[in-house]
């Protein structure tokens, strides 16, 4: 029948006449469309920017290989021909580019030669380019080409940054004060090679000379820095790189695409957030959708009772009815889809770049995010819209042809039935297996949390839904059978009783709408506790009283690569008008690893010093009972090399590491031997290193176990940090050696107040005037990370809220229709003496009360979650590590609970005035005029 045309011109009619209830449907499945398609353009957005953020950086690049030992950071070049040939032996080889690498500053030149522009921290490259074509180079898009000596290729986002464009003059100046002239032969885009930036993409910019302009740059005359391999131009993609056991002592892997993915993989969890929020606001919008559907039925009740007084069968009265709703869904689905992109569009740069430029100027390693709006997906989740809200109506029309004919002339309505014992029966066993279902709910938040994977935290979910449903249908049985109990109440607030006794009576009535509405003001109530409670966590995970911020204690620090290196920053520290009243304190440190097992393990060794316990952030977890505090304990390893103060990973058992990694675990006060082995040893026998031997023994006593000291951001730069005696540090020089990502030989570090950027901000500009372009500052990273946190939960809560718009106008819908249903009702009661007042006061208070009910449910049920949540994710916490401090956001939740309410109570003076408007006479002759 839906083919029939006159079917579609009496839904059309229908939507024309009743343009108010076609708004209010519109509306109401705008709503829920439009969060679902806000979510999927933030969901594009982190997809979209993330993947093009790999391919401008990383592109086919896979892995960066770099010489291990002692040769100065350099492959030599038959080390290179060797790594070449070992892997050009595989079946599935990977493409190799050996490269010249550092870091350098490009200075923009005017016309008349001057400064006019200075990028820092921009990654040079030299390589051949025949080579690089394995990888994809292809600048000028015909094929590689031979670089003159005296041009330069750089991406189009360093250009921009340094104000340049092809044909202007700039210099490159490396840190070790070389400087050459070059010609800008083109700006391309960042692709591979042409963008890459090194590990975490966190150089300014990346500029690509010729590998003679190189050499004479770096002053490596033989030799390469770095290897980087990839899978470009094979039909197949290397997700592992095999190493043949003739080169595997040669470099060190560094799994950039892996990491650089991982990061682009974090940053998509966001949507989860998103996701969650959109999935309860599309459970609120297709109750909201039902009943703006029932209501739209049973304003059609008359004259569907017509068309089956005429001949019309049940099926063909609810093919009309479905053709209105189709073409309500249709318009829904559209308008949702439209709004939503635009305020998807909006979000994502309100989410994501309200602090993209002070997050650049604090921290290179980020991610831009910029707004995708794919057509297809877009058109694709609008079909499944007008669907989804279909389906909802072939429900709705299932109910429309049972109400008997001469009862739909008349317009008659249920004003809900005697409920039989039976009905009773099963209501008391539903809600005792309501408050079951509750009860393992709390008794899951108050036990001991689970792991935080996959499958524990999707049992968490359910069980979370499973609660809010069951608390929300007591809290509604409860309020319906309070009526004596609210009037001691309404006493307090001089309400009248006959109104609180008739509120309660109506909702006892219609129990199903009821509970409805209630649930839908908790989902919304459940959801905006949790993203607060999580988004504090977060935002308070990154607040240095609870998280250490530092580099052992230090605000900031500069790497160097050579003594004298050191000796500039240090001079320029102690001499510098600018930097001296920055900089209160500052010391060196020049940490080596040593391996202590044949396992391979190796940890980081630094001495204590005066100027090291100057800085005032080295703390203990535990010391010796022979120290009364922990300076005993640290002036005791300062002034004797006996004693040794080692990481929390010997005074804790992590089972975890005992199949990799088994720990050695003393006591303080223990005295330890400490085997070392020659790692050049190690990597020539590694299958047999159970007969390897220690080159030297030392032997500590255990003064104590110091916290984490450094940031984890430096992890793997202080790896496992063991603090000795400086005599026995020097001593033990000679056996260290360095990891491949532990490129300088040492760190300057600084004390200044970095919390006020603008210090940290100054003292590094400063530096990079003089070439220093190496430094660091944890603090100042991890807030840009709170930067985006803050933004982040802030929208969250604010997507949230927009939610909050279906619970409203569900009770607005649902008032609207007590208000129709009841007209006979309604103008009985005025004539046998109620007042306005009263009548008022019913539908006010029966809407405050279902929505206080569902508000206050949600809130506590979205409490308890939340708190099992957060106990569940940080019991992934290990005891060296230092976990989140939760703290209840009341200052943020009870604003929002009570603006709630009182949006609750505000929609309700609609239908309660509108009740007044009937008059009584008119209403006794009809229910609906």
């Not at 569902?854 to 708190?867: D, F, N, Y």
Request: charged fraction near 15%; glycine fraction near 10%; proline fraction near 4%.
């Amino acid at each position: 029948m839906l083919t029939n045309p006159m079917i579609w011109r009496m839904a059309i009619g229908n939507i024309r006449r009743s343009w108010k209830q076609t708004l209010l449907t519109v509306t109401a499945g705008a709503i829920g469309a439009m969060l679902v398609i806000i979510s999927y353009v933030n969901y594009a957005s982190l997809n979209g920017s993330g993947e093009e953020w790999l391919q401008r950086h990383y592109g086919p690049i896979e892995w960066e290989l770099a010489p291990i030992g002692k040769e100065g950071g350099v492959f030599s070049g038959s080390q290179v021909e060797s790594i070449q040939q070992g892997f050009g032996q595989m079946d599935h080889r990977p493409a190799l580019v050996p490269a010249i690498r550092d870091e350098v500053s490009l200075i923009r030149l005017d016309g008349q030669g001057e400064k006019a522009g200075v990028l820092p921290g921009t990654m040079l490259l030299g390589f051949n380019p025949k080579k690089a074509a394995e990888l994809g180079y292809s600048p000028n898009g015909r094929g590689p080409a031979l670089l003159p000596d005296d041009e330069v290729i750089i991406d189009k986002e360093t250009a921009e940054a340094l104000g340049a464009q092809a044909g202007d003059a700039i210099q490159i100046r490396t840190a070790g004060g070389r400087a050459q002239l070059f010609q800008i032969q083109q700006a391309v885009p960042g692709d591979g090679l042409t963008g890459y930036r090194g590990k975490d993409a966190s150089a300014a910019g990346t500029v690509i000379i010729s590998e003679a302009s190189a050499r004479k740059l770096t002053g490596l005359k033989t030799g390469y820095h770095i290897v980087l391999a990839g899978s470009s131009g094979r039909s197949h993609s290397l997700q592992h790189l095999f190493i043949p056991d003739s080169i595997n002592n040669l470099f060190g892997i560094h799994s950039l695409k892996q990491d650089a993915q991982s990061r682009v993989d974090n940053m998509k969890q966001q949507f989860m957030v998103m996701s969650m929020i959109s999935g309860i606001a599309v459970a609120s919008s297709a109750i909201l959708m039902r009943q703006v559907l029932i209501m739209i039925a049973d304003s059609r009740r008359e004259i569907f009772g017509v068309l089956r007084a005429i001949g019309l069968s049940r099926q063909q009265i609810g093919v009309v009815f479905i053709a209105e709703a189709l073409l309500l869904s249709v318009f829904s689905g559209l308008v949702g889809v439209i709004l939503g992109t635009a305020s998807g569009v909006g979000l994502v740069n309100l989410f994501y770049g309200t602090y993209q430029e002070e997050i650049a100027r604090i921290s290179r390693a980020n991610i831009p995010i910029f707004p995708h709006t794919p057509i297809m997906g877009l058109g694709i989740i609008c079909l499944l819209i007008v669907f989804f809200l279909t389906f909802i109506a072939l429900f709705v029309a299932r109910s429309i042809g049972k109400v008997p004919i001469v009862e739909a002339i008349r317009g008659g309505k249920d004003a809900g039935a005697a409920k039989s014992k039976g009905h009773r029966m099963r209501s008391s066993i539903t809600a005792a297996v309501a408050v079951i279902l509750v009860a393992i709910h709390c008794i899951q938040t108050v036990s001991s949390p689970m792991k935080p994977t996959g499958q524990a935290m999707l049992i968490i979910f359910i069980w979370w839904l499973i609660g809010v449903v069951s608390a929300v249908y007591l809290a509604t049985r409860l309020l319906t059978k309070s009526g004596g109990t609210m009037s001691v109440f309404a006493n307090w607030f001089r309400l009248p009783n006959i109104s609180v006794l008739l509120a309660a009576r109506y909702m006892r009535q219609r129990p199903g709408r009821t509970f409805s509405i209630a649930l839908m003001f908790a989902l919304v109530m459940m959801v905006v506790t949790f993203t607060s409670s999580v988004s504090t966590m977060l935002i308070g995970g990154q607040n240095d009283v609870e998280k250490n911020q530092t580099m052992l204690g230090f605000a900031g620090f500069a790497g160097y690569d050579t003594p004298a290196e050191k000796q500039r920053i240090e001079q320029m520290l102690q001499t510098d008008p600018d930097l001296k009243p920055i900089v209160t304190n500052y010391t060196d440190i020049e940490p080596y690893m040593l391996m202590t097992d044949t396992r391979g393990t190796a940890d980081s060794y630094i001495p204590v010093t005066r100027e090291l316990l100057a800085g005032g952030g080295l703390h203990l977890r535990e010391r010796a009972k022979q120290f009364e505090s922990d300076e005993d304990a640290w002036n005791a390893v300062l002034q004797d090399p006996r004693y040794i103060i080692l990481p929390m990973d010997n005074l804790y058992e992590d089972a975890e590491r005992a199949s990799f990694d088994p720990q050695k675990l003393v006591h303080a006060g223990d005295r330890i031997e400490m085997p070392i082995y020659d790692t050049a040893a190690y990597n020539s026998m590694r299958q047999t290193t159970d007969s390897l031997e220690p080159i030297a023994q030392q032997s500590f006593i255990v003064a104590g176990f110091a916290e984490n000291n450094s940031s984890s951001q430096l992890s793997s730069k202080l790896f496992r940090t063991h603090y000795v005696n400086e005599g026995i540090f020097q001593q033990l020089r000679k056996y260290g050696y360095k990891w491949p990502e532990q490129a300088q030989l040492g760190y300057v570090l600084m004390q200044y107040d970095s919390h006020q950027l603008s210090l940290t901000q100054r003292l590094a500009e400063k530096l990079l005037m003089n070439d220093i372009t190496t430094f660091d500052s944890p603090y100042a990273n991890n807030r840009a990370q709170e930067l985006v946190n803050t933004q982040l939960s802030r929208g969250f809560i604010g997507f949230t809220l927009l939610s909050a718009l279906i619970g409203l106008l569900g009770l607005a819908v649902v008032q609207y229709r007590a208000v129709a249903e009841r007209a006979k009702t309604t103008a009985m009661m005025r004539c046998v003496g109620l007042t306005g007042k009263h009548i008022s006061w019913i539908f006010m208070l029966e809407g405050m009360m279902i929505g206080l009910a569902g508000i206050v449910t949600g809130w506590l049920i979205g409490s308890t979650g939340s708190v099992l949540f957060i106990r569940t994710l940080l019991n992934d916490t290990g005891p060296t590590e230092q976990a989140p401090v939760f703290h209840y956001p009341f200052a943020l939740i009870v604003p929002l609970v009570l603006f709630l309410i009182v949006a609750a109570v505000l929609m309700n003076i609609g239908p309660a005035r509108g009740a007044l408007r009937i008059a009584p006479a008119e209403a006794l002759r009809s229910a609906d005029q």
